[in-house]
C-alpha cells in the first residue's frame, strides 16, 4: 500500500479525532485555516478514496493500520444525519461519539 496514502487517511482521522480543531476551523475561529464538516468529509472520502482505502486493508493481512476501528468509523460517517450547520453538528451528541471513534482508531493506529 502506498506509503502517502496511508498518511493522508491517518491525517484526516487525527482531523476528526481533534474537536478543538475543529472547533476553531469549522467556525471560522482559526486565522491560518478555515475548513467545514463538508470539505473535510470530501477530503476523506472524494480525495483520500476512504471506502477504497479500508478495501486495500482488508486484503493486506500485513497491515499495521486498525482495521475493524476504521470500519466502524466509516460506518458512522457514512449513516450520520448531517445538520444545517457546523455549530449544529459539533453540539450533536452523534458527532461526539464520532470524534470518540475517531480517537480510538487513531489510538490504536500508533500502537
Known amino acids: 500500500m502506498d506509503k502517502r496514502w496511508e498518511e493522508n487517511i491517518y491525517y484526516m ?3 476528526f479525532s481533534d474537536y478543538d480543531r475543529q472547533k476553531r476551523v469549522w467556525l471560522g475561529q482559526d486565522n491560518n485555516h478555515t475548513s467545514s464538516f463538508d470539505e473535510d468529509i470530501s477530503l476523506l472520502f472524494d480525495s483520500y478514496c476512504f471506502e477504497d482505502f479500508i478495501l486495500e486493508l ?3 493481512e500485513k497491515n ?3 482495521v475493524d476501528e476504521l470500519v466502524v468509523f466509516e ?3 457514512d449513516t450520520y444525519e448531517s445538520k444545517f450547520s457546523d ?3 459539533l453540539e450533536d451528541f452523534k458527532w461526539v461519539e464520532i ?3 475517531a480517537k ?3 489510538k490504536k493506529w500508533n500502537q
Do not use: F, G, R
Open 13 to 15: 482521522i487525527k482531523c
Open 58 to 60: 482488508k486484503k493486506d
Open 64 to 66: 499495521k493500520c486498525p
Open 75 to 77: 460506518k458512522m460517517l
Open 87 to 89: 455549530k449544529e453538528i
Open 99 to 101: 470524534v470518540n471513534q
Open 104 to 106: 480510538e482508531v487513531i
